[in-house]
């Protein structure tokens, strides 16, 4: 079975200050994938990255960046120089690989909070 | 914008009742996905439609059913409606270019049952 882990429920930060979501997850599969999303009040969900569980090398893009390190099933996402406008809840997701599909598991997400 | 969009916004439904959930997803997306986001906690799958045909189902009773239309619109139906499936009701399509493409989500429907 697959699961996904944010043990941050909550974290409160200063406009500019650089947050960093933890996830942990559990699968058994070697071909996964792995996702981050941004759930503002609105309630939709919003696609930021994708990681494939083949590709380790972590990446920047804009003020995101992500710690994929499949040793510790760890697939951490960083916001640099918080905004205002990054207050949400943040969801990381697993989807099997394969014939499998791609039903996304999701863990219990990170509500930010990002004060003026 | 991610081109999937859902009807109703909100709805309020008595305990018993049913109720029909839409969702329109992305021109050429044949893969949607309907998920259940209790208050306070991530989304659970489902089930998922391919071509008309389910292909996949989370752990949800049979009153739970869909129906997915050549137009790329979609329907989620839930029967005799409890207190518990107050939530948010969200869909998901995806592209057929791979299996593990990207899902983008609508904006979802409200559903509180009284």
């Known amino acids: 079975a697959q699961k996904v882990t944010q043990a941050q429920t909550e974290i409160s930060v200063v406009e500019k200050e650089d947050v960093t979501l933890d996830c942990v997850y559990e699968?058994?599969?070697?071909?996964?994938?792995l996702f981050w999303y941004k759930q503002p009040p609105s309630g939709e969900l919003v696609f930021l990255i994708r990681r494939n569980s083949f590709d380790e090398q972590n990446e920047i893009s804009g003020r995101y960046s992500w710690n994929f390190q499949k040793s510790t099933s760890s697939f951490n996402f960083t916001i640099t120089a918080s905004q205002v406008v990054d207050s949400a809840v943040y969801f990381c997701a697993l989807a099997r690989g394969g014939a499998a599909g791609n039903k996304l598991t999701f863990g219990g997400g990170t509500r930010v909070l990002v004060k003026p | 914008e991610t081109g999937v969009t859902q009807s109703p916004t909100h709805l309020i439904k008595t305990r018993g009742q049913q109720v029909t959930l839409r969702c329109s997803s992305q021109s050429g997306h044949n893969t949607v996905s309907w998920y259940q986001q209790a208050l306070g906690q991530g989304p659970q799958f489902i089930f998922q439609?391919?071509?008309?045909?389910?292909?996949g189902r989370g752990n949800f009773p049979p009153r739970f059913s869909g129906l997915q239309f050549p137009n790329y619109s979609s329907e989620l139906n839930v029967n005799a409606l409890e207190l518990d499936d107050s939530a948010l009701y969200l869909c998901a399509s995806r592209g057929d270019r791979a299996i593990q493409e990207t899902q983008y989500f609508g904006p979802g429907t409200r559903l509180l049952v009284l």
């Open positions: 699968t058994r599969d070697t071909t996964y994938y």
């Open positions: 439609y391919y071509r008309e045909e389910e292909n």
